[in-house]
């Protein structure tokens, strides 16, 4: 027994001792790599998040370098602790949309008529996040904008290759569209969003469904901090944030050489912009500028050009061009058909640059545009607006104004 003793006691200082050593590389990581700009407001309590993070991350490339599993698999499991519970309002079912796994909330009070569906799209780099870390948001925004809420569990990367995710996004919207009234949904009123990666799926989606006249047109889409360009990773809110958790310019690179199975080697190239055609760019340069960018959000900005076309890396690389990823692309006629848009940007965010120009995008085509800037967001706040003391300010109103949103339609 006291052998036991013995051996439990070293091993949990063995353990103690790993830990401590994983979060002074993590805070070490963070303090050398990162720089948090003085106007933000609550830069302790996102460091010691980030820590968390990078953390998970040691982890899993420990994992991976021994051959136990892969890397996006430890990071996979750690977020899966998270599991908000369902809200006693609500009735919730998983279900299957066209062969997609999907989640509907449904509120249990009984309505007048029928009620306003949403579609949820999650983000996560299309290779981690899930419907259930993303529960609390589909709570909220299912009880007190009283929708019926669909979140899609589309499968991730790289199980899951390019296309697939905003083609089972697709196609489960379509089946909730075709089949809105046995939820007691007005199928002339739903609406899509997501967030991060969510939002380029949900942008593509939106445009994809215009070309669907067998479907009623959608109510309106919600473009939470989408990436919706991979022409120039050197605008404004890249430089500013370059350096930014949770989301670096270089992890913007990084986590979309992963989503598509690609070469982390292509990383520099993709960055200062090889990968771009000269056409391209003399097509293009129209909607991806810094020079449509307002003047506030620019503070000192100097113009970063495109470096020379490199065929080589383009023809590794065709996709991130394609406008099934960088949806800013479409063609006029797409765009002026898309429904009324709510759009999120937050400060502190590399992708602000790229919600702005798709915002300009759709004014110059006559799409109503809502508009929201979260000062003092950041890059994945909307995941932390019931974490206890880890719930940022700007997550909570951005999840209102969302509301509010849905409840103006």
Not at 198 to 213: D, E, I, Y
Request: aromatic share 12%; net charge neutral.
């Amino acid at each position: 027994m006291e052998l036991l003793y013995v051996v439990l006691l070293v091993a949990g200082g063995v353990l103690a001792t790993l830990l401590l050593l994983l979060m002074l590389v993590a805070i070490y990581y963070d303090l050398t790599r990162t720089k948090i700009p003085p106007e933000f407001d609550q830069p302790l309590k996102l460091r010691v998040l980030y820590w968390g993070g990078i953390m998970l991350f040691i982890v899993a490339k420990i994992c991976e370098l021994l051959g136990i599993c892969r890397q996006v698999d430890v990071i996979r499991f750690g977020l899966s602790f998270r599991r908000p519970r369902l809200d006693p309002s609500l009735l919730a079912k998983d279900l299957l949309f066209d062969g997609v796994p999907v989640r509907v909330y449904q509120p249990k009070s009984p309505s007048a008529g029928r009620r306003k569906g949403m579609v949820l799209i999650h983000g996560g780099a299309g290779l981690v996040g899930s419907i259930d870390l993303y529960q609390d948001i589909s709570n909220r925004i299912a009880k007190e904008a009283d929708v019926v809420l669909v979140a899609v569990r589309y499968g991730l990367s790289p199980e899951h290759p390019y296309p697939s995710q905003y083609k089972q996004c697709l196609a489960a919207t379509a089946h909730f569209m075709q089949n809105a009234e046995d939820y007691g949904v007005d199928p002339s009123q739903v609406v899509i969003f997501g967030d991060s990666a969510g939002g380029n799926f949900t942008s593509v989606v939106a445009q994809q469904l215009t070309k669907r006249p067998d479907l009623p047109k959608l109510r309106a889409q919600a473009l939470i901090y989408a990436g919706v360009q991979a022409m120039d990773f050197n605008l404004p809110s890249y430089v500013q944030n370059a350096t930014m958790p949770l989301l670096s310019q270089e992890n913007v690179v990084n986590f979309g050489l992963e989503y598509f199975s690609q070469d982390l080697a292509l990383k520099d190239d993709i960055l200062r912009g090889s990968h771009v055609p000269d056409d391209f760019r003399l097509k293009y340069q129209k909607w991806v500028s810094a020079d449509n960018i307002p003047e506030k959000f620019k503070r000192g900005y100097q113009q970063v050009p495109l470096a020379p076309y490199k065929p080589e890396v383009y023809k590794q690389f065709p996709e991130l061009l394609d406008k099934t990823f960088s949806s800013i692309f479409a063609e006029d006629h797409i765009i002026k058909k898309l429904p009324e848009t709510f759009i999120v940007t937050c400060e502190y965010d590399v992708f602000r640059d790229d919600t702005l120009l798709y915002k300009k995008r759709l004014e110059d085509c006559g799409v109503k545009v809502r508009w929201f800037h979260a000062e003092q967001g950041f890059h994945g706040v909307l995941n932390f607006t019931d974490l206890g003391p880890f719930t940022f300010p700007a997550g909570v109103e951005i999840v209102d104004r969302i509301i509010d949103f849905v409840k103006s339609l």
